[in-house]
C-alpha cells in the first residue's frame, strides 16, 4: 500500500488475490440483465453513447479512451435515475409480493396498484442528481416525494427536483446531516427512505440502488463488444458514498474475476471518504467530517457506504483524491476537445475522472502512480460521464470564465 502526500494522493492496495464473491453476488450479468430489461420500459429509455476519444489516446500514448456519456440520460443529465427508479420498482414489487418477476412498468403506475400497496411517499437526501431521479421516478409512477438537501445545495439543482413534482427541504449542514436528517424524518412521517448509501439494518433499497446501475455497464459491454474489445483494461470511476464505484467495480469482477480490468477510484481532496477508508487498513469504512466544500457537489460526501466499501475494500486497485482544479480541467477538455473527437457536456462530478487521467498521463511527479497502474500504449480506458450541465451558471464560470484554473507548473507544454 502506497500513500503519497501531496495535491494529488493516490494508495495502491496491492492485493495479491481478490475476494470477488460478494461481487458476484450482487453484480452478476443476470442482474444486470433485469435491470436494463426494466429500463428499456420506461418511455424515452435509449441507449446512451460510447464516446471514444481516439486523438487524445494519441496524444497520450493510450490504446483508446471511451467515455459512457450520461449527460442525457432519460433528459435528466445524469446516471442517478438508473438507481432511483429500479429502487422504487423493487420495493414496489416487493410490496406487491412478486419480487423477482419483471413488471410492466405502465402496470407499476396504475390505479390499481396505488390501491394494493397504499398512498407511499418517497424520501432520500441528496446533493442534487439523486434526488431529482428519485423525483422524476416517484412522478411517473403517480407517488408523493420529499427530498433533502443540504444548505450549500445551489437553486439552481433544488429548482430541478422541484420540477419533478417534489418537496424539498433544506438542512442546515453537509449532505451526511441532511441523510441523518430525513432518516429522523421518515420515521417519524411513515415515509420510505430511497438511498443510495447503507447503514445498519438498512442495506436492501442500496442495493437495489446499485443494482440499477448495472444497466449503463451491461450497454457499455455490448457497445465495446461493437468495437471489437472484450473490455476496458481500465476503469476510472469517481466516488462519493461509494454507490457507483462499488458497481462498477463490483460487475467487471462478477464479470471477469481476477482477470478484471484495474479500478481506480476518484474522490475530492476535500470528501476523501473511501481514501481514507483505504489509509486506514482496518477493512472498515471512516467519516471525513467538515463543510466537505468542493465543487464536485455528487461526490461531496464525508460517510461511505459501508455496502460499497465492502466491496470497494476487496476489489478496488487504487484509491486517488484529488483538488477541484481537477475536475475543472476534465470539464474543459471534454467542452473543448481535440480536432475530431466528440464534444461533451460534462459536471464537475462527471469530468473529474478524465482530468485525474490527464494529470496522471503528462505529470512527472505522477509516474510512479501511472507505472504501478501499468497504463500503456495497449491500454483501453473507460470513463463514465455521470453528469452534464447540472448546474449552468458553475458551468459557464469553469468553461467560459476559468474558474479553478490548473496551476501554471501543471499546464501540458506540447
Known sequence: MTDTKQDISWIITNHDVKDVELASKLFSMKNAQTSRRFHKQIPGYKMSPLQGLPHLAAMFGVGGIWTKDESSRLELNSFKVLGGSFALYRYLQSKLGILGEDTPFAYLASDEVKEKVGHITFASATDGNHGRGIAWAAQKLGFKCVIYVHSETTSRRIDAIKSNGATVVVVDGNYDDAVRQVAIDAEKNGWTIISDTSWDNYTE??????????????????????????????????????????????????????????????????????????????????????????????????????????????????????????????????????????????GESGAVTLGAFASIMQEERLSGLRKALHIDENSQILFINTEGNTDPVHFRQVIWEGANPVPKEYWINR
Open 205 to 346: 433499497i442500496p442495493t437495489w440502488i446499485m443494482q440499477g446501475y448495472l444497466t449503463l455497464l451491461a450497454e457499455a459491454q455490448e457497445q465495446f463488444s461493437g468495437q471489437g474489445i472484450v473490455k476496458p483494461t481500465h476503469v476510472f470511476v469517481q466516488a462519493g458514498v461509494g454507490a457507483l464505484a462499488a458497481s462498477v467495480v463490483g460487475f467487471y469482477h462478477a464479470l471477469f474475476g481476477q482477470d478484471a480490468p484495474t479500478c481506480i477510484i476518484v474522490e475530492p481532496d476535500k470528501a476523501p471518504c473511501l481514501f481514507e477508508s483505504a489509509k486506514a487498513n482496518d477493512g472498515k469504512p471512516h467519516t471525513v467530517t467538515g463543510a466537505l466544500d468542493t465543487i464536485m457537489a455528487g461526490l461531496a460526501c464525508g460517510d461511505p457506504s459501508p455496502m460499497a466499501w465492502d466491496i470497494l475494500k476487496e476489489d478496488a486497485d487504487a484509491f486517488v483524491q484529488v483538488p477541484d482544479y481537477i475536475a475543472a480541467k476534465g470539464m474543459r477538455m471534454y467542452a473543448t476537445p481535440l480536432k475530431g473527437d466528440p464534444f461533451i457536456i460534462s
